[in-house]
């Protein structure tokens, strides 16, 4: 079936510095969605994709809609401690209404 | 209440125990969504319902059983669990079933621990 695999699986990183993770599948995607879980938490939803090549910022936060509809990629600029947490893509399985979540990236950042 | 609210927040329950999760959203949304996350593992759908019918039952054992009396509430009540059963479990809607231009919210969860 389809599946989501993110890169890295975990990065630790100083403050200020830039983050850039990815999120791949086999297949084609329509959507992409990039979500930030604190521990204990929900997910988050940080920003929507809907068209390839697209490129969207949220404050320090960038995402871009592979042109291949295969991947997508999460950035963010200038790191603070808060944006410790796990980054999770998803997109809609074909066919279907369901969405299906990456593997997850964990970041944390070391003031 | 703003948002996607789910209760309790923590439940401890043996494995001869019935108890229900709780969770309503206050955003207008038509479709609900029950997931389960395990350590380690990707989010996995359990249960979908759109404009209260179920559209998804992603093979959830029979000891899982979700009820969405409206739009607005969703619940799973459990019984018989076992000890793997324990994990966060999250509640999400969004405007409708499509998966199109139609981002889905989630609440804060209920995390379970089966003894």
């Known amino acids: 079936g389809q599946q989501l695999n993110q890169s890295p699986q975990s990065m630790f990183i100083q403050e200020g510095e830039d983050v850039s993770m990815n999120c791949t599948s086999s297949s084609i995607f329509n959507t992409w969605l990039w979500y930030k879980q604190d521990p204990g938490e929900g997910p988050v939803l940080l920003i929507a994709l809907y068209k390839a090549g697209e490129l969207t910022s949220n404050g320090r936060l960038t995402a871009q809609f592979g042109i291949t509809r295969k991947d997508s990629f999460l950035n963010i600029s200038a790191s603070i401690p808060s944006d410790v947490g796990i980054y999770f893509c998803a997109g809609p399985t074909s066919g279907t209404y369901k969405y299906i979540f990456g593997t997850g990236t964990r970041l944390k950042v070391l003031a | 209440e703003t948002g996607v609210t789910q209760t309790p927040r923590h439940l401890v329950m043996g494995m001869t125990n019935k108890k229900s999760l709780k969770c309503e959203q206050h955003?207008?949304?038509?479709?609900m969504y029950w997931y389960k996350q395990s350590a380690k593992k990707p989010l996995e759908l359990m249960f979908v319902?759109?404009?209260?019918?179920?559209?998804e039952n992603n093979s959830v054992p029979s000891r899982f059983s979700p009820e969405c009396p409206n739009s607005s509430h969703l619940f799973l009540h459990l019984h018989t669990l076992q000890p793997e059963d324990s994990a966060l479990y999250l509640c999400?809607?969004?405007?409708?079933?499509?998966?199109?231009?139609?981002?889905?919210?989630f609440g804060p969860g209920t995390r379970l621990t089966v003894l």
């Open positions: 999400a809607s969004s405007q409708s079933g499509r998966p199109i231009y139609n981002e889905q919210f």
């Open positions: 955003l207008g949304h038509n479709a």
């Open positions: 319902y759109n404009f209260k019918e179920q559209t």
